[in-house]
């Protein structure tokens, strides 16, 4: 594995308070091939997303192969498009980040060797972001006020995590989920109602119109650690009970399935969230990743928080889902670390958060 190096001195601290410092970052871990410019960790220049999602819909989910494909098919036009929409050239980018991992290994390898490239050919330094700490870092962009520490709830396709943000790039894993992502269920239930891929954004429309307490669904609580979730046994309640309903010759509310499903994940997502903020200290929550654009979530969590006095932050829903400026975001406070990797990096389809 790639080792960052670290080559942090106080010269390079006090270089970076003088002068600002712009990067070009680049996205490519599932199925948005995405490059952003940005500026000083929280100005973003320039963010093209180009999303797949439509070359994956009639699969019913993301397809390895077809990502990685469409990946190099787009990465170089993606990447220019960043620079030119920033006004900015490539000579006076100080760094280029890339997510290193976690995501599909083949999709990864695109922005990686796209970056590593880069940074061969011109020398500027190269630096590999872990995908979760961009997602974090997503908060930092349209809430310049917000500094660690704080608790952050990190809820995507792939990944279920409460994390503490005890400073820039050092984090605490203190709940998980055992089994399914929050954004995994929100897929499956999706498809098992007829709604297609990608389900998030599907249930989220649909759940407006139906009744949240319809159906009850189960809230699973994980006796060895509070904060972990476990969201399976949640979406096996929903496939028993659009099973049930067939065998009965009812009919489904689809509307009412996916409002009451909703509200089930929710429901648990802020309860552990909150209650591990309050537990750990803190008065300031984020959250993050592609479910943090849920509607309903964003509004529980508002209400919540401010009925606890917990200050919340959450990144607009285009800086939720995947997207580059965030991979810019996290990887300016790496710079300024002084931590750099090699042209070694490598993608790192498991990578764990603080490995880099
Ligand atoms: O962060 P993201 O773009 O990619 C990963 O890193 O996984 O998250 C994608 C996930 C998908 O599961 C998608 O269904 C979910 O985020 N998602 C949503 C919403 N928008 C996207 N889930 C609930 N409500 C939404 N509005
Ligand atoms: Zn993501």
Redesign the pocket.
């Known amino acids: 594995m790639d080792e960052k190096k670290d080559i942090s001195n106080p010269a390079i601290e006090s270089f970076c308070e003088k002068k600002d410092i712009t990067i070009l970052a680049i996205e490519s ?2 199925d ?1 091939t995405a490059a952003a410019v940005v500026k000083n960790g929280r100005e973003v220049l320039s963010n093209v997303i180009f999303s797949q999602i439509d070359l994956h819909t009639i699969y019913g989910g993301v397809v390895p192969e077809i990502a990685s494909r469409k990946h190099i098919e787009k990465i170089n036009q993606v990447i220019e498009e960043a620079l030119s929409r920033s006004g900015m050239e490539l000579h006076s980018m100080d760094a280029i980040a890339v997510t290193c991992g976690p ?1 599909l290994v083949g999709a990864l390898l695109v922005g990686v060797s796209a970056a590593k490239a880069i940074s061969f050919a011109t020398g500027i330094p190269l630096i590999g972001v872990h ?1 979760i700490e961009g ?1 974090i870092s997503a908060n930092f962009i349209e809430n310049k006020e917000l500094e660690p520490p704080f608790v952050c709830l990190v809820a ?4 279920s995590h409460l994390v503490v943000v005890k400073d820039y790039g050092e984090y605490e894993i203190i709940g998980r989920t055992r089994d399914d ?4 269920a ?2 499956k239930v ?1 498809r098992a109602i007829g709604l297609g891929y ?4 599907k ?2 429309k649909l759940s407006k119109e139906g009744n949240p307490d319809a159906i009850h669904f189960p809230r699973a609580k994980v006796s060895e650690n509070e904060y972990d979730f476990s969201f399976s046994g949640l979406k096996s309640a929903v496939l028993n009970y659009l099973n049930i309903c067939q065998m009965k010759g009812e009919e489904v509310n689809a509307a009412d399935v996916a409002a009451s499903f909703q509200k089930a994940v929710i429901e648990v997502l802020v309860e552990h969230s909150l209650h591990a903020v309050k537990a750990f200290g803190y008065d300031k929550f984020a959250i993050a ?3 943090a ?3 309903s ?1 964003r509004a529980a969590f508002e209400a919540e928080c401010g009925k606890r006095k917990i200050r919340f932050y959450h990144p607009s ?1 285009i800086l ?3 997207n580059a400026a965030m991979i810019g975001s996290a990887a300016y406070y790496e710079f300024r670390k002084g931590l750099r990797s090699g042209l070694d990096l490598n993608a790192e389809p498991n990578l764990k958060l603080g490995e880099r």
Do not use: Q, Y
Request: proline share 9%; glycine share 24%; aromatic share 2%.
């Open positions: 871990s599932c948005e995501g995908h997602h995507s396709g792939g990944h992502a929050a954004g995994e929100f897929d999706a990608p389900g998030g954004p249930i989220d990743g592609g479910v654009s849920n509607s979530l829903p939720c889902t995947d």
